[in-house]
């Protein structure tokens, strides 16, 4: 039902986008973090945003959500003001997989996933047969339904990361934002995890917003990359645009050159040895 | 951020498998069923025990008739059902409400700190309510004086138990918000400031005003001298604090993420917090009023209940309201027979049982105790 509806809206408005962020000003304290920075994701797309350690990353991500409020400027979700979304609302619109779920509780998956249908399970109510249903595909598009009864915590690193998607998914929401989803995994599950979510993004048309330490990952997986540098977006493009030596030395202080990825073309970096450009930078890790 | 150390895939489970894994109609009917049927066991078994013998069949057939519409022959003298329905069947009662309202504060507050080591009393309803009893004992030392049914000390231990954690609570308030972890050291701090002002009033009274082993006894709990009125006045206080922690148990469900990810999944954190620490704090008030300060039951309760049957507050919460009702039932009985004619106080008796009941729950887990 909500799915339906939720295809319906997307639709009509599909040349609004999932998100948009203009002339974000926020304060750290007295730091100025963001200063005017301004994005969008369009369904459909994954979205990396690339840059360095405190540059103001996972900030953004907070500002979406409400955890944090911005000093001035618009933050739109489905070209709508975030404050004037109903949070529950908002919730089946949006949906967060945190770089690693924090579970109190001796959770099974099966339990975790239904966590995901909150935003549309009323207070006294139970979860309906669709609220079931919904969990269900949500686990099986991530490949955990045989997982359904064991607990959280004997998975390894990419089966928990993979529950932390599909409680997203069950949420049904049409844009899902990610932070730094692969981090704690190892080279096949990452590669597993960027694989579902792709096909994820595709299917089901969402807008993803990603981010993304590993610049190379983030060039081999996403249609988009976002450069944010000095509080706003210093380059925005496909991976072949934003990867280039001039932007990696702006925004991470190091020299880099690029090859062609053998498969599919997509630019990887590779750090020129000991020629870091500016002194007070330290190269990306 | 540092790298994850390698995991084996496997961790070694924790011993003892749930034993109502599916959340299927059965295993409901099953789980609450056995439970009400052993609290009402429990309830007419307790009832049947006291100085005066009356049988247990006698008993049985008494509350059988006190039941509305229900006639039973007359097989008792009017004193035996005076006894039963006047006196022990509102200690009895009691017990259970007692125990009922700590287990589900307990697992009230575990939800909302994200914390095992959490109990009813963490931020300073314990604390609150001893210095509040202890100012009833100076001045009332008779225990003249009745409100409302109540004598002086466990009214005031009501109000210092309700005042306490709504002083800790705005105390550890902050643009708006409150961190789960500035609650705990601001409970902390007050109920070491408040218990330090209460050894203090004592320390001033000469002994022979001052009825130091009445202060004892009670700051050790007991639900004994609660009858029909004081039970009815504060069952109200535990029933709608049940049915708001009902109505809030799927958003504190959210809340075992994180309050962060709660926030993304459309909970509204602050509101849901206050709201559920305000609801279990009647409840732990009420049970304070009732039997003063009964250790250990709000803790234990819900750890057991939760190995048993998974951490969904939505079941977690009526069953540890159910089992933690048989538990002090029990308890009190045992507090009253052991070693009649004294009588030992309940929080002895739950200390008792529930700390080497709780030790063995962390050796059956084996260092990988997750609550």
């Known amino acids: 039902m909500s799915s339906s509806a939720l295809t319906t809206a997307t639709n009509a408005r599909s040349d609004t986008p999932a998100l948009s962020l203009s002339d974000i000003r926020f304060r750290y304290g007295r730091a100025a973090l963001l200063e005017g920075l301004s994005l969008h994701v369009s369904a459909g797309e994954i979205v990396g945003l690339l840059g360095r350690n405190g540059s103001g990353k996972t900030t953004a991500l907070r500002l979406v959500t409400g955890t944090l409020q911005p000093a001035s400027g618009v933050v739109q979700v489905a070209g709508r003001e975030r404050r ?17 779920l924090q579970v109190a509780f001796d959770f099974t998956v099966e339990e975790l996933v239904r966590l995901g249908r909150a935003p549309h399970v009323g207070w006294l109510r139970g979860h309906t047969t669709a609220d079931l249903d919904a969990a269900r595909t949500a686990m099986r598009a991530v490949a955990i339904d045989d997982l359904a009864t064991r607990r959280y915590r004997d998975l390894s690193g990419g089966e928990k990361q993979r529950v932390a998607l599909a409680i997203a998914l069950a949420q049904e929401p049409s844009l899902l934002l990610l932070d730094e989803p692969t981090h704690n995994l190892d080279l096949a599950q990452q590669a597993l995890f960027f694989q579902t979510l792709e096909r994820l993004t595709h299917e089901r048309r969402l807008g993803v917003l990603a981010v993304i330490h590993d610049v190379n990952l983030a060039a081999l997986w996403c249609d988009r990359l976002l450069m944010l540098a000095d509080g706003r977006i210093l380059a925005d493009g496909t991976p072949e645009q934003v990867l280039t030596p001039d932007n990696l030395r702006r925004c991470y202080g190091v020299e880099a050159r690029l090859l062609p990825h053998p498969d599919n073309g997509r630019p990887q970096v590779f750090l020129s040895q000991g020629t870091h450009s500016h002194g007070q930078h330290s190269p990306a890790r | 951020m540092t790298t994850q150390l390698p995991l084996p895939r496997q961790l070694p489970r924790l011993a003892g498998r749930r034993l109502f894994a599916a959340p299927g109609l059965r295993s409901v009917v099953l789980l609450y069923g056995t439970g009400a049927l052993l609290l009402v066991l429990a309830i007419a078994g307790a009832t049947a025990v006291g100085s005066a013998s009356i049988s247990f069949g006698d008993t049985l057939r008494i509350l059988i008739d006190s039941l509305p519409l229900i006639e039973v022959d007359q097989t ?18 009691s017990a259970a409400l007692v125990g009922a309202a700590l287990s589900a504060s307990g697992v009230l507050f575990q939800g909302v700190f994200r914390n095992p080591l959490v109990d009813p009393f963490i931020i300073g309803a314990s604390s609150g309510a001893a210095f509040a009893a202890v100012i009833g004992f ?37 643009d708006g918000r409150v961190a ?40 050790l709990g007991g639900v004994g001298t609660v009858g029909w009125d004081q039970f009815l006045l504060l069952g109200p206080f535990v029933g709608i604090g049940l049915l708001v922690a009902r109505a809030l148990a799927q958003p504190l469900n959210a809340m075992s993420l994180g309050e962060e990810h709660a926030h993304a999944l459309g909970v509204s954190v602050e509101r849901t917090k206050l709201v559920l ?34 951490p969904d507050h939505r079941r977690l919460l009526w069953a540890a309201t159910l089992y933690g009702a048989i538990f ?16 030992i106080p309940l929080g002895v008796i739950t200390g008792i049982v529930g700390g080497p009941f709780f030790l063995l729950l962390l050796r059956r887990a084996r260092g990988h105790y997750v609550f």
Not at chain 2, 180 to 203: D, E, I, K, N, P
Not at chain 2, 328 to 343: F, N, Q, S, W, Y
């Open chain 2, 277 to 310: 620490i305000a609801a279990s704090s009647l409840m732990t008030a009420a049970a304070v009023a009732a039997a003063g300060l009964v250790a250990f039951v709000g803790l234990v309760t819900p750890h057991a209940v939760r190995l048993v049957i998974g």
């Open chain 2, 138 to 174: 100076l001045i009332a030392p008779q225990a003249g004086f009745i409100i409302y049914g109540f004598s002086w000390v466990p009214a005031l231990a009501f109000v210092g138990s309700l005042v306490t954690v709504l002083l800790v609570y705005f105390l550890a308030r902050a």
């Open chain 2, 76 to 93: 008792w003298t009017n004193a035996e059902a005076t006894i039963l329905r006047e006196i022990r069947l509102p200690r009895v009662v």
């Open chain 1, 84 to 100: 004037a979304w109903r949070r529950r609302a908002l919730a089946r619109e949006l949906a967060l997989v945190p770089q690693e």
């Open chain 2, 328 to 343: 002090v039932v029990l308890a009190d009985l045992a507090a009253r027979t052991i070693l009649t004619p004294t009588e």
């Open chain 2, 180 to 219: 789960v972890t500035t609650l705990l050291l601001a409970g902390v701090a007050v109920g070491a400031f408040l218990t330090a002002a209460m050894s203090f009033l004592m320390l001033t009274q000469s002994d022979s005003q001052f009825r130091l082993g009445a202060i004892f006894s009670w700051l």
